[in-house]
């Protein structure tokens, strides 16, 4: 998302997402355009400024990585979706340069997969099920999930990115398998410590660690600390790019003046300083998850 390139218009909607993905914030299924360019299967989402800001700048780091995360496009709700409210109104200027006369912003990924709690046709609590049947049936597709992640070749790098990010949410709903098996991250509008953080609350404390902690009865430490290891590597030898990817999405969300200049100076500072502490809580999150733990 550069320069406005990635700024698209709702040319569909068909629909909330499913409601076994537990959102917080409604989403719903679409197409969206930019330009010219033929429509894009998406899903929609109504975010707030602060998430919105997470998800631009957390699309940025993630691209930055190397982790597998759809393209990502501000869409400007013309009317389409006349229940999403939560976000900004789209400036003038943005509003002439597609022919409308107002609109607010919204934030788009391309869809290119389904989640893990709709693939493996998780069962929610609370269902019109017993609870024991709920139970047994989650725990069969942890195994399943476990199968797919453990074959994940970037699963030490999204580790350690949710780490160093502090994306506090990772769950099941927010990883996408696609036809062909491969795992795509999405979702990180609560990032940073979640997606109310202020500049008085950004605290260096553990956050992540879920993809190797809730994986971790079927593997081996030594492979789950191998995995972790590289993937902190990766993450900081990718420190100059990281810098040069966040200015350039402190740029965008100035852009749509979605929050003041002196939060994303904040943010920026707090994760630079993070780079010396997420190697040590993501050790913890491992350590932790081993304790008492059987391997076969």
């Known amino acids: 998302m550069r320069n406005g390139s990635n700024v698209a218009v709702i040319t569909a909607a068909h629909g909330t997402v499913d409601s076994r993905e537990k959102h917080v914030n409604k989403c719903w299924h679409g197409e969206v355009q930019v330009g010219s360019a033929p429509a894009v299967?998406?899903?929609?989402?109504?975010?707030?400024?602060r998430q919105f800001v997470n998800e631009i700048v957390a699309h940025a780091l993630c691209r930055v990585v190397g982790l597998p995360i759809p393209d990502a496009y501000i869409v400007i709700n013309d009317g389409a979706l006349p229940e999403a409210?939560?976000?900004?109104?789209?400036?003038?200027?943005?509003?002439?340069?597609?022919?409308?006369?107002?609109?607010?912003?919204?934030?788009?990924?391309?869809?290119?997969?389904?989640?893990f709690s709709t693939t493996l046709h998780l069962p929610q609590r609370g269902d019109e099920v017993p609870n024991m049947v709920v139970e047994l049936a989650r725990?069969?597709?942890?195994?399943?999930?476990?199968?797919?992640?453990?074959?994940?070749?970037?699963?030490g790098v999204a580790a350690a990115f949710d780490e160093w990010a502090a994306v506090i949410d990772r769950h099941w709903g927010n990883l996408l398998l696609d036809e062909n098996k491969k795992v795509w991250?999405?979702?990180h509008t609560h990032a940073f410590t979640g997606g109310d953080w202020t500049l008085d609350n950004l605290p260096q404390v553990n956050c992540g660690g879920w993809l190797l902690t809730d994986a971790v009865k079927g593997m081996t430490e030594e492979y789950c600390r191998r995995h972790a290891?590289?993937?902190?590597?990766?993450?900081?030898?990718?420190?100059?790019?990281?810098?040069?990817?966040?200015?350039?999405?402190?740029?965008?969300?100035?852009?749509?003046?979605?929050v003041p200049e002196a939060d994303l100076e904040g943010l920026k500072a707090f994760l630079e300083e993070r780079h010396s502490h997420f190697p040590g809580f993501l050790e913890q999150s491992?350590?932790?998850?081993?304790?008492?733990?059987?391997?076969?």
Do not use: T
């Open 139 to 155: 725990a069969g597709a942890l195994v399943a999930m476990r199968g797919y992640l453990m074959g994940w070749q970037q699963l």
């Open 85 to 115: 409210k939560k976000g900004p109104l789209a400036s003038k200027d943005l509003c002439e340069r597609f022919d409308i006369e107002s609109g607010r912003l919204m934030f788009a990924s391309a869809k290119c997969g389904n989640s």
């Open 229 to 258: 290891v590289s993937g902190v590597a990766a993450i900081q030898e990718r420190r100059a790019q990281i810098d040069i990817a966040f200015d350039r999405a402190r740029a965008e969300v100035m852009a749509l003046n979605l």
């Open 286 to 296: 491992i350590s932790a998850s081993f304790s008492g733990v059987a391997h076969g």
């Open 185 to 187: 991250v999405i979702d």
């Open 41 to 49: 299967a998406a899903i929609i989402k109504d975010l707030d400024p």
